[in-house]
């Protein structure tokens, strides 16, 4: 974290919502006690971008992925994989009451085909969380499947039922399709930091959404998605290409995060 919080303090970059990486990532087995060790090291992640100067939301979450894939190896187990992922939840619940994290994330259903016992274990997983939310007043950031205004209209509509704030369910790297249809709907979301999809964006949506790098801080995966610092680089080229004006920039920078998160601005 300190490299890349750095890197990114250099060109600009003022927050970071970090999120916790599932125990595999980190070397660590499945089991409730490695996602206890897991929100340690993003604990600690966090401390270490706040002392470098950064503004900084920490989140916990059971990752779809890492449920689908426990489950896929062990259909059978299924309510078995359930029962563990509600107690990581309960368990970050209390790690949100105790000050040691803000939100919960990342959580949500897998945005690749998943067999069904592990798609209907994570949407379980996610009413549950969002029922907590509600409770804590806490953020959350979804992980979903992009399945556009059909993914959006049941996230309204749970969103309702459950009563949670709605400026607390972020809805994260979303395709241009579901951001439109999120905004459309009022959801709030973040979009990731690719030119390409700035730049198409910038033509289609109004400047109420985030932008977000969806960096991965593991050895093995550096830069899957983009690099924090790119997700500066490719804004002000849009604003060199007279794409967005500045005023767009700050209500996406700035304006947004602040409201959404809470936070002091810059
Ligand atoms: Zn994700």
Redesign the pocket.
Known sequence: MATIGKKFLEVGGWFTALVSLPPSHLGFDNTFNSYVKAFEVVASECRVAKELGLRVVCFAGIHPAAVEDEISRQPKQSVKVLEKALAVIDYIAKLIRNGIVDGFG?VGRPHYRAIPEAFVVNNMVMVHTLTLAKDLNAPVHL?LEQGGEATVIDIVKTIKTIDVNRNKVIL??LSVATAKASQDRELVFTIPGKYPILRECAGLLKPTYMVES?FIDDPRRAGVSSYPWNIVENQKRLLEEGLVNEEYLYRINIDTIVKLYGVQPP
């Open positions: 990342e992980h994260h790297h969806d």
